[in-house]
């Protein structure tokens, strides 16, 4: 019986010891099977990171012909990599980035209607005139000034105007009188807060741009059509000049009365007026503005409008992105660009009212 008891006793320490050592191979086993499963997890989630990349095999981006062709490919030449790396951060491995610049504003147009290229940098007026195949998904940015009202008054009282680190996506353009006495006369009824009258101004003698510049022409009409219903064709007295130099040595010699300009010219011309031109007072002292154009809005990052909707949101925060780090700085300064803000198509408005301008003058010719 003690020899059975005894028996009994070993058999039982030994199952005990060998499911000790069971316990132990398992848990051993099962940390191990954990381990791999959380590598493997881990391998998956990257691979799934990796498979999330949309893959584009070539991003093709046009340029207007605004300098030498050749200088902006140069300048614009790190936008290549720029781009294909800030598209992987927005979820797409783009191949290749192509760029180019066509042979003329229309040529670019053409190109985003027909989808031969991705993306054009273009103007406002080009963006309006091929806008069937072209959707405006950024305005460029610039610096703007310390004044930016549709009251004329506003920048008499605040003369004189100073630049702002302000980034602003559109510019304005000026009616500016002279140190003559119709110029004297419709400066002081401004500031007097009185309404000109057509009268008053196809009275004056007038200096403006060429029918193609938007400052000195076309927006100064979409003024003169909202405020009087009338254009720069009806004015009796209306020159044009050569540039806007000699637009400002004509109003400081009394020639004119009114010169139409983009808002920031007299900054230009401050030292001029009187170095130059003959006056001994200030061109903030003799001068004043009788009317403010609309917003002329600034160039547009455009794509061609059959494009998937993720990626024209990909490529817009891709160039906002590129624009905020210095070499991409260096890239958009080509345009003189300083940065870009989201853009719809109602932002250009007053450019369709432009290009219905410039469609009429040519009809009439």
Known sequence: MKKLFQTAFCAALAASMLAGC????????AAAAAE???????AAASGEETAELKEIDKLMVSFVPSREPEEIVTATEPLKQLLKDEMKNQGYDVGEVEISVGTSYEAVGEALTAGTTDVGLIPGGTYVLYQDGADVILTATRDGLSIDSDDPKVWNDNKPTEASTDQVTYYRALMIAGPSEKGQELGAKVNAGEELTWDDLNSANWAVMNSSSSAGYIYPTIWLQDNYGKSITDLAHAVQSDSYGSSFARLASGQIDILCVYADGRRDYVDQWTSEFGRSASIWDETNVIGVTPGIYNDTVSV????DEDLKEAIADAFINIAQTEEGKQVIAIYSHQGYQKAKSEDY?????????????????
């Open 22 to 29: 069971g316990s132990s191979e398992e848990e051993t086993t």
């Open 36 to 42: 791999t499963a959380a590598e493997g997890e881990e």
């Open 304 to 307: 061609r409008s059959d494009m």
């Open 349 to 365: 408005e007053n450019e369709k009212k432009a290009q219905d301008i410039i469609k009429e003058m040519q009809a009439a010719n």
